[in-house]
């Protein structure tokens, strides 16, 4: 991962929104968004190596892959729900963003309801 490729656009895409939020409006937003799609797929290309290596680590250790994919799906999660609300609040819909943030924790809670399950199994074998 190039960083300073990512941060040089990053700063250049801000610039350009900041230019045409002034004189565009709405054409601010698409250049917000777009940059912001473009950093986050190379960032997600570039960690592949990360990934296989927590897999690998999770096989060495005996850790079900499952709470691995878990993992990885609230993280996915997270990132999709940070990003939605930061555009929400870059347009001005604050109360939108308060809202798409309310929904990626409900989709968290969600995703991690086998973990509990696992855990209330864990507890009541122990207590049983």
């Not at 473009?38 to 680590?57: C, G, K």
């Not at 999709?80 to 963003?97: N, P």
Request: aromatic fraction near 4%; include cysteine; charged fraction near 15%.
């Amino acid at each position: 991962m190039n960083i300073t490729a990512i941060v040089g656009a990053g700063l250049t895409a801000a610039a350009a929104a900041a230019l045409l939020r002034r004189f565009g409006g709405e054409f601010g937003l698409f250049v917000s968004l777009a940059a912001s799609i473009m950093i986050i797929l190379a960032v997600v290309t570039s960690i592949s190596p990360l990934i296989e290596l927590v897999d690998e680590l999770s096989e060495e250790t005996g850790t079900g892959s499952e709470y691995i994919m878990i993992l990885m799906k609230a993280l996915a999660v997270c990132i999709v729900t940070r990003l939605a609300s930061e555009c929400c609040r870059d347009s001005g819909e604050g109360a939108i963003a308060a809202k798409v943030e309310f929904a990626g924790k409900a989709a968290v809670l969600l995703i991690a309801v086998p973990l509990f399950r696992t855990i209330l199994d864990i507890v009541r074998s122990l207590i049983l």
